[in-house]
């Protein structure tokens, strides 16, 4: 049937004509193209058709202008017409039948779908011219009244295929809606997903910025707290000019960074003079990736010199650099090695005193017997009181020189150093004479301290006499004490010193000062700046060694032509201050068996004599060893052993330690002329240890000799 059916295809998209030929062509109809309604109009009036599709918009004249002139053309008003339509708008659907239309198919349109309305209109045609014509229908749509006049089949096809295409547009329609439901629960997942890994970023960058921040904070932090700086500076016209300056420089030189970057000459101006020429050829050997690391003494914005290092490295053309404040290690440096110095030189003193002390030992001793032997009226006796002199004014000097080596024999008590202050008042004023005047402030509180009171006497007359000798035209010497706590910190600047309770014991004068290179000096034995037979230049070691001994320190402040400041820190006493004791009378003779252990041959020849004169027995032996052999042989009848402490082999300590043990409770005194550690160490195990200095005097011998054997016990038990 198709084979002789003609179909005209009204269709201006020649695409869309082609793919509606093509689909016809298919099911074998003759298909004819009209682009335009006007060329078909022609087409129709040249042919029959059996079928027209036509589309709606064409330009010029659209589809229903077309379908209604061929409906009105009575030639062609039966031929079958379907508009083929977007169906957008139900009016389109009314416009459509009013201009007589046969039928819609909506566009986009499936093949079978059109051809199964055509096959359906070719078949109604034929019923058509059997039913006749039928008068039409009068109904209303949006307000408004319409009249279709085409018989009832044409608008039962019209809405069937209405209907039909509502149908499919609404199952499309729901097909779309279910790709939009699935797209919208693809798209709810991907923004769920998203937004979850948008929220993981957002918190992983959020706490990038927070560690971010942490650091800067804490770099910031260790900027501002460091006690040095940072620097960054251009390398020019031989010099740096700073372009940033860290927090850190306040704290190091008082000035701020923005005062460094107004002022580029500033950093250099404070530069010590003459440090100046050291920095220009530091400066001056810069180089890309070279460090150079330099001290020097810079001038905080306060007028105070601090010692500096300063180091640099040169990246792409600039000076990074650092500033590190280290007065502290350079005052300790400089403690450290006069420490180190006078320790030496009191090694040395110690050791030239110790054996000037056997020989005025001896010296001494044997004037004395030589004195006793001559008659009263014997022409010699000047001579030998001279020698007695010499000899003495000798043994003063190496006292003074073992007092600074630390070895004299200190005999501590607790005293009150204001006590001390004034009980030397009258003795102060006499040495400085008229034209000096004295100032004494004294703590309020007491200043208890463990010291030799002798020896505190000593350091006050020292100061008091160097004072005096210092302000020749006269003016005041100042005598202050105070207690304090000496910080941590202050320790951590000075060597040897711990921190806790103190007294401060200060003596001050309006003299000609000290000058900076006789300085380092003043405290080791022998320095003097006065002329010969004025000063020994032992005054001040011995203070030094006193102060030492007795766990002080001592510092010294001076300006030339202003004056100088001595001040000596003593660790503050808790205990109870000493009870002054008067010496009981003492029978200076004895009967007692006696050991006496001595390697140098002068002082035990006087000491043996000495003992002998005064009536007692004496088993000598030149070293401990024999001692110990003479012991052995005489257990019981020895009553005390009075033994040298440094001798070859062993020495009097180990000796002590042995024949105690083979003879408990024996009684012992150690002569020597200085004290070594060793001996100090007995000092603090050993009660009443019973100590001779030497040089000493046949008189304090025996005197010391009759003082143990009468005390109760010389070893705790
Ligand atoms: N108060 C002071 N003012 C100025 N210079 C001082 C003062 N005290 C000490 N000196 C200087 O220190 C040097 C050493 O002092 P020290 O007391 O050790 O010896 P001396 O006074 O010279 O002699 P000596 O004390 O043995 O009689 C002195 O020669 C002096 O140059
Ligand atoms: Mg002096």
Redesign the pocket.
Known sequence: MTRDTDILVVEDSPTQAELTRNILEGENYRVFLAESGAKALQMLKERRFNVILSDIEMPEMNGYEFCRKVKEDPATKDIPLILLTRLSDPGDIITGLECGADNFVTKPFKPDYLLSWIKHHLINIELRKTMGAQAGLEFFFGGKKHFLASDRMQILDILLSTYEAAVQKNRELRNVQKDLELLNSTLEAKVRERTEHLSREIKTRTKAEEDLRAASQREDMVLRTLPMAFFYAKPEKGGLTLEWVSEGMAKVSGFTPGEYLAAPDLWFSRVHPEDKEKIRSEIGCLAPGRTINTEFRWMTKEGEYRWVLASATVMDGRALGLVLDISERKALELQYRQAQKMEAVGRLAGGIAHDFNNLLTAIEGYTGFLLKSLAPDDKRREDVVEIEKAAQSAATLTRQLLTFSRQQVFKPQVIDCNAAVRDTRNMMKRLIGENITLEINLAKEECRIKADPGQLEQIIM?LI???R??MPNGGKVTIKTETMELSERYCRMHMEVRPGPYVMLMVS?T????SPE?LPH?FEPF????EAGK???????TVYGVVKQSGGNIYVY?EPGLG?TFKIYLPRATEDIAAAQAPAPVELRGAETILLVEDDDGVRGFALRALRESGYTVLEARNAEEGLEICERNIGKISLVLSDTIMPGMNGHELYEIISKRCPGMKVIFMSGYIDSELANIRLTVDNLAFLQKPVSADDLVKKVREVLDSPATVKS
């Open positions: 020292n006499v160097n004072a000798d210092a004068d003299g000609c000062g000290i006789a003043i320095y003097t700046t006065k000063g020994t230049g032992l005054g001040l070691p001076s100088t």
